[in-house]
């Protein structure tokens, strides 16, 4: 692998994997579902599931994806060549487009409300309404969506180390910045410390059997495991770097940023009387309303959606660097040409859920609508499936041996958390993962 398609250094991978993580899914999915599935209690459940399930799956695909030097479906090919194993890098790269497609959607939709916020159009306005009117217009959620690709597009082009790794380092850090801004302006509110009670101190008769399948799926999620991204981007990782290390600063990350986003929201809803429980429409209704009745609101909304487009960018890097290592294997003079072509598939395949809330509103499959059928393809299906595969094939099918050795390299206590880590990751963790994927199932 040439040196240009490497990070030059741990940092870079570690803000890369974190901006890969750190999206929709804490910024976004982490609040609501945190507001509708017990409050403090869920948080709980989230930091042990996120620590003792999805940090030891992360390592999993670093592993894989560091040994082989490879992408998600050569690196499995390399493994086991001729073998049906491959198909784990392949459905990973098809949910990839998948997740992507929709993805970019809510992409567009933040690149609305953040170019709205900052010209002073959401001022006053009922903010339901407003964000029913706006995801209904084809052409402009088409166009936010294309604009959304376009700067993914031109990132991913660029390369590892000049796009991917250049952009997160400035990205990531101004993305804390701006949330500790917030967190400070959230907590100083009147009525707060009721918010902070509510998200910090648990209450575990609140929880359900659903609740508990929530976090174990957010485990997933907020650490990007299962669709093989990590594979990719640990290929691109130099041998000397401890695995263990990065994983566990990434894992470390990935919650800091999730207390960060509770800290900044339910402070603030319960100082305006508002309800946690809102739903998907936390982000695009309750707080532009929170905002507003903030002195200087307006500048704290603005701050918030323009970290969110961050947060949203910075993991829609890694789903297209995957779809587009998978096509060029590691020839560069074909990368930008295939991000391109990448970023048109994935424009094409997400318009259906870009008009799923206007001209095809109407339009359902399985009874939900066909934004709401990608996301259940990939959320409840494709990621505890690929979760599964994973940790099945690097303790089965991968040798002991080559798993011990990127296991400590660059590692001074490695070696003594391997025999457990091995032993969770080969017999504990499927059954939990079957077990989730088959309530899930169930539920649905």
């Not at 594979?231 to 990065?246: D, E, M, P």
């Not at 890694?318 to 074909?334: F, G, M, N």
């Amino acid at each position: 692998m040439s040196k240009g398609n490497q990070w030059s250094s741990r940092l870079g991978f570690i803000l890369a994997s974190a901006g890969a993580a750190i999206g929709l899914g804490a910024i976004w999915k982490f609040p609501y579902v945190t507001g509708t599935s017990g409050g403090g209690a869920f948080f709980a459940l989230f930091i042990l599931f996120t620590i003792f399930i999805g940090l030891p799956l992360l390592l999993a695909e670093f592993i894989i994806g560091r040994h082989t030097g490879k992408e998600a479906i050569s690196a499995y090919k390399a493994i086991a060549p001729k073998s049906a194993w491959v198909w784990i890098g392949r459905l990973g790269v098809l949910s990839c487009v998948v997740l992507l497609s929709f993805y970019s959607v809510v992409g567009g939709w933040v690149i609305l409300y953040t170019i709205m916020s900052v010209t002073g159009m959401l001022s006053g306005k009922e903010y339901g309404p407003l964000f029913n009117a706006v995801i209904s217009q084809p052409y402009v959620v088409l166009g936010a969506q294309a604009l959304f690709l376009l700067i993914t597009v031109f990132v991913i082009s660029k390369g590892v180390q000049k796009g991917i790794e250049r952009a997160n380092k400035y990205m990531m850090p101004l993305l804390f910045i701006c949330f500790i801004i917030i967190v400070v302006r959230s907590l100083t509110l009147d009525g707060a410390m009721d918010g902070v009670k509510f998200f910090l101190k648990p209450d575990f008769s609140a929880i359900t059997g659903s609740s508990v399948l929530y976090a174990l799926g957010q485990s997933f999620f907020s650490l990007c495991v299962g669709l093989s991204c990590m594979v990719t981007y640990s290929s691109y990782l130099g041998k000397k770097v401890s695995l263990t290390r990065s994983a566990g600063t990434i894992a470390i990350l990935n919650l800091f940023v999730s207390l960060l986003a509770g800290l900044a929201i339910f402070p603030a809803v319960f100082s305006f009387g508002l309800k946690p429980t809102e739903g998907p429409g936390l982000l695009f209704v309750v707080l532009p309303t929170v905002f507003e009745k903030m002195p200087f609101g307006t500048v704290f909304l603005a701050l918030f959606l323009i970290l969110f487009l961050f947060a949203t960018l910075t993991s829609a890097f890694s789903l297209l660097e995957i779809i587009v290592a998978a096509l060029t294997k590691d020839d560069q003079t074909k990368r930008t040409r295939y991000a391109s072509l990448s970023g048109i598939l994935v424009f094409v395949v997400g318009i259906p859920s870009a008009l799923s809330f206007g001209v095809l509103k109407h339009v359902s499959l399985f009874g939900r609508s066909i934004f709401d059928v990608a996301d259940f393809f990939v959320s409840n299906l494709m990621l505890p499936l690929g979760s599964l595969a994973i940790a099945i094939f690097v303790t089965f099918k991968m040798k002991k041996e080559a798993v011990y050795e990127e296991f400590i390299s660059g590692s001074t206590k490695g070696a003594k958390l391997f025999n457990a880590w091995f032993f969770l990751v080969k017999y504990v963790l499927p059954i939990i993962i079957i077990v989730v994927l088959l309530s899930l199932l169930v539920a649905y």
